[in-house]
């Protein structure tokens, strides 16, 4: 590859960078808006029956099913869109490398600090550009780039609709109407969405298995 199609391509490559991290950032921010709406709205209804002497718990379970759904929902969406960022990864190598950037300004150094375990790969000095690009293409597509941040928010995530799962239970045991025991249905599904979140999307990759790449990629350099 040309310098100057190296320099093409990771302009456009750092366009979808951009992009992708942007619609993360402002869906973090749509989500916290969206479930402090939810919450501030129910609440207030619910304080406005308690000074009825009503009591209407229904309030508190809507907005617990409705917050525990949006959370799961927005966790997904984003390691989602999370998969596309490092599917560039790769490409960001590569052209850093054919232009000359220094490691610790580009991507590879980004990676050797966010991502576990891969600084070794990273930077060998027995492997190549290409076959380095390759190592990073092989954990990207084990779905082993890194979580780079989102694991503690799925973590906090998972508290907060496990709290909110609880409080149901709580009021639903506490009222002993049967039909409410569905939103608790709402609640679990949430969980079930950010436990797929932490399991199914990028990890960071372990030792053996970066090691594994790494000794791979050494022995067809040396045969070639």
């Not at 220094?102 to 600090?113: C, I, N, Q």
């Not at 009021?171 to 979140?197: D, E, P, Q, R, T």
Request: hydrophobic share 45%; aromatic share 8%.
């Amino acid at each position: 590859m040309e310098k100057s199609d190296a320099h093409a391509m990771l302009s456009s490559t750092q366009q979808l960078r951009t992009h992708w991290s942007g619609v993360i950032t402002s869906h973090l921010g749509l989500s916290l808006t969206i479930n402090v709406a939810i919450w501030s709205y129910f609440i207030t209804a619910y304080l406005d029956s308690i000074k009825e002497n009503d009591f209407n718990h229904l309030f508190i379970l809507v907005a617990s099913a409705i917050s525990a759904i949006l959370l799961g929902l927005w966790r997904l969406y984003t390691r989602h869109i999370d998969d596309h960022l490092a599917n560039l990864y790769p490409d960001f190598l590569l052209c850093e490398g054919v232009i000359g950037m220094p490691f610790e300004r580009g991507t590879g150094g980004y990676l050797a600090k966010a991502v576990e375990n891969a600084k070794p790969l990273l930077k060998s000095t027995k492997i190549n550009l290409e076959d380095r690009v390759k190592g990073v293409e092989k954990l990207v597509t084990a779905k082993r780039i890194g979580d780079r941040g989102h694991r503690i928010i799925d973590l906090v995530a998972l508290v907060v609709t496990i709290i909110i799962f609880i409080l149901s239970f709580i009021i639903i045991l506490g009222s002993g109407v049967k039909s409410h025991w569905y939103f608790l249905i709402a609640n679990s599904l949430g969980i079930i969405f950010i436990v797929l979140s932490l399991t199914c999307f990028q990890r960071n990759p372990k030792n053996c298995l970066v090691q594994s790449i790494i000794d791979q990629l050494e022995n067809k350099t040396n045969v070639t």
